[in-house]
Each structure stands twice: as C-alpha cells, then as structure tokens.
C-alpha cells in the first residue's frame, strides 16, 4: 500500500484500517510551539492544560509541515526533530499528516522518501536483527527495489511515531524540540463545526462546552473533544430527558453507555439497548480490571494473554468492537498480532477507578492494599 494510501484516510471507532474518513475532511490545524513548557511529563494532563489554559505565554508557534525549515538566522539546518505532547494531543494526526501533504506533492519536496515507523511494531521484533534495508523492506513492502546504495545518496526522513511506547534505546543529536498543545479556542470550534454538517448541532455543542469549565479545558486535546462529541451528538438527537454532563466523570459514564447501546443495537438481543445488563457490567469490570493493573505498571498497551489474564476472550473481539473499539481498539500491525490500546489515556484511568470503586464496596481489602502499597 502506497503511503498516499496509508495515511488519506483517519480509522474512527468500529472501523477498520483503510476505511474511514477522509484525513483532509477532517484535519483541524493544531497549536504546536517550538520549545516545551516545563509541566510535559511531570503532572498529569488534566491539570497541566488547567495550567496552561490559564496561562498567556509567548510561545513560538510552527506549522506542523515547517518542522524541518529554519525559522532564524541563529538556526542551523535542522535533522532531528522531537515532538512532545499529552496522549490523545494529536501527535500522530500531525505524522499523517505531514506524510499525507508530502505524498500529494504539497509540501517538503526536497525530501526523496518519507518513511514512517510505529514503535508499537517495531516493539514486534525487539528480538530479531534486521539492517536498515530488511526493516523497510518489511514495513514498507512497496520499496523492495530499493538499494543499499539509494539510502546513501537520497534525502530520507524516518518518522518514529509514539516514540514512548518504545523499547529501544534511540539517542540524538541536533534536536528541535516543539510541543504538540492541541486545540486553541478558535480551533476547538472548528473542529466541531467540521465534525458535523447540522450548523445548528454544532452550536449547541461549542456552546454547552464553553458553559462547563473543566469540558472546555478538556477539549484542548483532540481525542477529548472527539469523545465530547459523540456524547453530546447522542444526547441532543435523542429525546433524552436529563441534564447534559457537566463533568468528566459525568462524560465518560454517557460515553460507555453509548458505546454499549451501540454494541446492543449491532449485535441484536432481547434487552432494551439502555438497560445495562450483568453481562455489560461484568464486562466494563473485566476492562476495569486490565485498565487498573496496567496503570500500575505503567502499561498503556496489551496483547492477547494479558486481555485473556483479566477474563477477557480475545476470539470475541468482534463483539468488543461493538462494544469497545471507541473505548478499547485493536491495533492490527503489520505482522499480524493484536495490539490492544485504550482509546485515550483518560479513559483507561476512568475504567480504573470504576474498578477501584466497585473493589471497595465489596470490601476487598487484598486489591485495596495493593493500590496502597501496604
């Protein structure tokens, strides 16, 4: 598959790699900066965008297709470029994106060959010894012909994605450093408004988002604002009666709701799509469960015998995607072994605490301590 192919179109919920929408459609500029404030990696996100949402720095903004040109005289030419951001900032959107715009001859021509590498597959072979060549040749199938003696003299620019994720060690020299900030207000909008052809839904929505502050901040980040949006969408083209959420906790209870009415009207069953049945608890428990003893370890990706560890039968992943592909998603990489994700940081720790909640109503005091390190 060619990378115009790969990157044109962005997978949302239950849809498969190679489907979806069109990125183009889409895509809402980002906020990003040269630099990176002093709040990435030492708080959490929440309260680092509470932070930065108050604050009115003077930051140095740089398109997401200028990375690599030099903004100043005092610049040299730039090789490597770090980006850093909070999960679900939009760090990867900005790979397809800067991919996509090559690949349609839009942007950075000067570069023969764009090659973008998932460090979630490159976490795959770990274990194996592959040179340069082999490992292009294996994830990009379309550059077999290519030589040994090509990548000497063409201009090539490897993209590690989720560089987090990895278990390598990679150093560097000659970095920029830029900051993926997400969505200013105006970009918020935006997004919303690209979201949804119904001008009038859309202004209910950026409306009730700026009357709650912590949804508004929230919305800095892309992926929350794509969670905001399927909630409120639901909530206000349905005769629903009730408030709309205020709060995260608020939110992300609509959220799994959805995504279990939707499993139940795709897959059938006699129960009315609203009622949570004990099959539905027993399962956001099961997810809970994963959710809470990777957060512990710091995990933030699984793979099938961790799934099968907490309950979970991976030969129903069909169902899940009913019921979780918007709340947990596999990702299907190139060697053909599911790589489990939650969809956002913030949900797997709201799963978490759910599971936390229903433990110390049962009084289990095992799980409990474990929690406290007693």
Same mark, same amino acid.
């Given at each position: 598959?060619?990378?115009?192919?790969?990157?044109?179109?962005?997978?949302?919920?239950?849809?498969?790699?190679?489907?979806?929408?069109?990125?183009?459609?889409?895509?809402?500029?980002?906020?990003?900066?040269?630099?990176?404030?002093?709040?990435?990696?030492?708080?959490?996100?929440?309260?680092?965008?509470?932070?930065?949402?108050?604050?009115?720095?003077?930051?140095?903004?740089?398109?997401?297709?200028?990375?690599?040109?030099?903004?100043?005289?005092?610049?040299?030419?730039?090789?490597?470029?770090?980006?850093?951001?909070?999960?679900?900032?939009?760090?990867?959107?900005?790979?397809?994106?800067?991919?996509?715009?090559?690949?349609?001859?839009?942007?950075?021509?000067?570069?023969?060959?764009?090659?973008?590498?998932?460090?979630?597959? #490159?976490?795959? =072979? *770990?274990? /194996?010894?592959?040179?340069?060549?082999? @490992? &292009?040749?294996? +994830?990009?199938?379309? #550059?077999?012909? =290519? *030589?040994? /003696?090509?990548?000497?003299?063409?201009? @090539? &620019?490897?993209? +590690?994605?989720?560089?987090?994720?990895?278990?390598?060690?990679?150093?560097?020299?000659?970095?920029?450093?830029?900051?993926?900030?997400?969505?200013?207000?105006?970009?918020?909008?935006?997004?919303?408004?690209?979201?949804?052809?119904?001008?009038?839904?859309?202004?209910?929505?950026?409306?009730?988002?700026?009357?709650?502050?912590?949804?508004?901040?929230?919305?800095?980040?892309?992926?929350?604002?794509?969670?905001?949006?399927?909630?409120?969408?639901?909530?206000?083209?349905?005769?629903?009666?009730?408030?709309?959420?205020?709060?995260?906790?608020?939110?992300?209870?609509?959220?799994?709701?959805?995504?279990?009415?939707?499993?139940?009207?795709?897959?059938?069953?006699?129960?009315?799509?609203?009622?949570?049945?004990?099959?539905?608890?027993?399962?956001?428990?099961?997810?809970?469960?994963?959710?809470?003893?990777?957060?512990?370890?710091?995990?933030?990706?699984?793979?099938?015998?961790?799934?099968?560890?907490?309950?979970?039968?991976?030969?129903?992943?069909?169902?899940?995607?009913?019921?979780?592909?918007?709340?947990?998603?596999?990702?299907?990489?190139?060697?053909?072994?599911?790589?489990?994700?939650?969809?956002?940081?913030?949900?797997?720790?709201?799963?978490?605490?759910?599971?936390?909640?229903?433990?110390?109503?049962?009084?289990?005091?095992?799980?409990?301590?474990?929690?406290?390190?007693?």
């Amino acid at each position: 598959m060619s990378l115009k192919r790969r990157c044109e179109h962005v997978t949302e919920g239950t849809h498969e790699a190679g489907s979806g929408t069109l990125l183009n459609k889409i895509y809402t500029e980002l906020y990003i900066t040269e630099g990176q404030s002093e709040e990435v990696d030492t708080q959490h996100e929440v309260r680092q965008l509470e932070r930065t949402s108050q604050k009115n720095i003077q930051d140095t903004p740089i398109k997401c297709q200028d990375l690599f040109k030099v903004l100043s005289e005092q610049q040299r030419h730039i090789r490597v470029v770090l980006t850093n951001g909070v999960a679900g900032v939009g760090k990867t959107f900005s790979v397809q994106k800067f991919s996509l715009d090559w690949a349609e001859g839009l942007e950075n021509q000067d570069i023969s060959l764009v090659l973008p590498l998932s460090c979630r597959e #490159l976490n795959l =072979i *770990r274990d /194996e010894q592959h040179s340069l060549l082999s @490992l &292009l040749h294996v +994830f990009h199938p379309t #550059l077999q012909k =290519i *030589r040994a /003696e090509d990548l000497t003299v063409w201009k @090539l &620019l490897f993209i +590690f994605d989720g560089l987090d994720e990895s278990r390598f060690s990679l150093g560097f020299n000659t970095i920029r450093i830029t900051e993926v900030r997400g969505f200013t207000d105006s970009q918020k909008e935006e997004y919303f408004r690209r979201r949804f052809s119904d001008e009038d839904l859309s202004k209910r929505i950026i409306s009730h988002i700026k009357a709650s502050r912590s949804l508004h901040i929230m919305c800095l980040i892309p992926v929350f604002c794509w969670i905001t949006a399927i909630v409120l969408e639901d909530m206000m083209t349905r005769d629903q009666r009730g408030e709309l959420p205020q709060t995260l906790t608020d939110l992300y209870s609509h959220f799994l709701r959805v995504q279990i009415r939707r499993k139940k009207q795709k897959y059938g069953g006699k129960q009315r799509p609203e009622e949570l049945t004990e099959a539905d608890k027993e399962l956001l428990l099961k997810l809970g469960r994963l959710a809470f003893e990777h957060l512990e370890k710091g995990n933030i990706m699984f793979y099938s015998e961790d799934l099968e560890r907490c309950g979970l039968d991976v030969s129903e992943v069909s169902v899940y995607s009913g019921v979780c592909t918007e709340i947990f998603k596999r990702e299907s990489v190139i060697f053909q072994k599911s790589v489990y994700c939650f969809v956002h940081l913030s949900v797997q720790e709201f799963l978490a605490a759910v599971y936390m909640f229903h433990r110390s109503t049962r009084k289990d005091t095992v799980v409990i301590n474990q929690f406290l390190n007693f």
